[in-house]
C-alpha cells in the first residue's frame, strides 16, 4: 500500500475521531489510489460510494491538512465531484 494512502486513512480518522457518517464517500487521488469514507470509519479501497471526489495527491493533502479550502479547490477545477453533492457538504461538514 501507497505511504500517501497510509497517510490519508491516518489524517482522515484524526479528523472524523470517532463521529458517525451516514453514507460513502470515496478520494480517488489520481495515480495513487484510493480512500474510502464510509459508516464503518475510513480505509483504503475502490469500492462503489455515494459520491467519488478526485484530486491530485498533492490537492487532496492541502485540503486534509486545511491549507486548502474544498470548495475553491472545486470551483477552480482542482477537485472534481461526481455522484451526490450531498455527501461531499456532508463530508466538508464533518472534517471541520
Do not use: H, W, Y
Not at 49 to 72: K, R
Not at 79 to 94: E, N, P, R, T, V
Amino acid at each position: 500500500m501507497s505511504e500517501i494512502l497510509d497517510t490519508a486513512v491516518s489524517a482522515l480518522n484524526d479528523k472524523i475521531d470517532g463521529q458517525s457518517f451516514d453514507g460513502s464517500v470515496k478520494f480517488e487521488l489520481n495515480g495513487v489510489g484510493a480512500v474510502r469514507i464510509d459508516e464503518n470509519g475510513v480505509s483504503v479501497g475502490d469500492g462503489e460510494a455515494d459520491c467519488t471526489l478526485s484530486a491530485d495527491a498533492d490537492v487532496f493533502q492541502a485540503i486534509i491538512e486545511g491549507d486548502t479550502n474544498p470548495t475553491a479547490a472545486f470551483m477552480t477545477g482542482k477537485l472534481k465531484i461526481d455522484g451526490d453533492m450531498g455527501m461531499a457538504l456532508k463530508l466538508g461538514s464533518l472534517l471541520t
